[in-house]
């Protein structure tokens, strides 16, 4: 499919939904994808991408960003509490703040470091036991919690249930946000990103249409 059809149906979905395409950001991710994929897409100019493990972007993206200026990376997948630190490091943005142990091991560090990538709060909008993310019952409590510890929580981002209608977690999920007064809404992928637009989608998150099927074990 690639990078220019991708653009093309955002636009097309900001449009339909009366939105501006500028306040969606995709996120390319580049997760176990080999480095010439990488690279061919920075090529085009996109420079924001996510990756799913703190290894894998430590190994590849400190040289990504010397030879391309202006890239950015976010954390989207799970995050140990024992990598945060060199996650802060590695990450403009983290999308997976998903318990109080790694928001106040975060916390700890920006106030150490003096600095913080910004904090998506990752919301279980399945309730999914398998799943990581807070209940949306503890949803407000913990933003609260995040906000007294000085954290920049910028959203909220959720991972649907595969075999559920997603536009019902997008829409609980912009639910939770907008009383929260949070702007930031982390959702949508390759198969369902037109419908987290037309909720509010500030992030979506595209990889296999973009670089084509992941190829494990090389990178």
């Known amino acids: 499919m690639g990078l220019s059809e991708i653009e093309n149906r955002i636009s097309a979905a900001c449009k339909k939904a009366g939105r501006d395409r500028a306040d969606v950001q995709l996120i390319a991710v580049s997760k176990v994808q080999p480095n010439d994929r990488v690279a061919a897409v920075l090529d085009q100019g996109h420079r924001l991408f996510g990756e799913n493990r703190v290894q894998e972007a430590a190994g590849k993206w400190p040289d990504f960003r010397a030879s391309y200026p202006g890239a950015q990376v976010h954390l989207i997948g799970p995050l140990q509490s024992n990598k945060a630190r060199q996650a802060m490091g590695l990450f403009e943005a983290i999308h997976s703040v998903d318990r109080p142990k790694l928001a106040q091991a975060i916390s700890r560090l920006a106030q150490e470091e003096g600095r913080c990538p910004d904090l998506f709060i990752q919301i279980n909008t399945g309730e999914e036991p398998q799943k990581a993310g ?28 595969v075999e559920e209608t997603p536009s ?7 639910k939770i946000a907008a009383r929260n007064g949070l702007s930031g809404l982390s959702m949508g992928m390759s198969g ?9 989608a500030t992030h979506i998150r595209v990889g296999s249409a973009i670089f084509g099927e992941r190829v494990p074990g090389q990178g």
């Open 134 to 161: 807070i209940m949306p019952a503890q949803a407000d409590d913990f933003i609260k919690d995040c906000r007294d510890l000085d954290l920049p929580v910028r959203g909220l981002m959720c991972i649907p249930p």
């Open 168 to 174: 019902l977690h997008f829409a609980l999920l912009a």
């Open 192 to 200: 369902d990103f037109e419908q987290a637009i037309a909720f509010g």
